[in-house]
């Protein structure tokens, strides 16, 4: 399967999960409830929390909609893959540096808070190596002013 295709898959991935995901944080509290158990975390249900979980909803959506958009190209834009690997970077960095402080605040065992960072990590660095990929093999250039213009 050519890394193109490969890219691809992962971004529409991407943009189902994170539009499940966002759907469900949005939808009444019971079904909030069950994309944090899925996170393994266990919290109190106050009604700020609740109330948080709704722009997280919003944000992952967001997030879903910019993944599609890299995916029905041609070639997805160098821009917004390694945004989307800075993204998962970014939320992979905070549970590592965070972890105990994550760990207890959400009670998520060490083994499920381990293997998001794993995932994170592995999503962050199989976006840029099928992009890379599959730049050079559709001999997409990488982000870069066009020759000639001047800024």
Do not use: C
């Not at 971004?11 to 509290?29: A, E, N, R, S």
């Not at 393994?40 to 609740?50: E, H, K, L, R, Y």
């Not at 540096?97 to 199989?126: K, P």
């Amino acid at each position: 399967m050519s890394s193109l295709r490969l890219l691809k898959g992962l971004l529409w991935f991407v943009t189902i999960y994170q539009f499940v995901m966002g759907f469900l944080l949005l939808m009444p509290p019971a079904a909030a409830q069950l994309v944090v158990s899925w996170y393994g975390a266990s919290v109190d249900w106050t009604p700020q929390f609740t109330f948080i979980l709704k722009p997280l909803g919003a944000y992952m959506i967001m997030t879903g909609l910019i993944a599609a958009a890299a995916a029905r190209a041609d070639v997805p834009h160098p821009a917004i893959t390694s945004s989307l690997a800075v993204l998962f970077g970014i939320n992979a960095l905070y549970r590592i540096l965070r972890f105990e402080y994550v760990r207890t605040t959400f009670g998520i065992s060490s083994a499920h808070l381990t293997l998001q960072i794993v995932v994170l990590l592995g999503l962050a660095g199989a976006l840029m190596f099928l992009y890379r990929a599959a730049a050079r093999d559709t001999g997409a250039q990488p982000l870069a002013s066009p020759q000639g213009s001047r800024a």
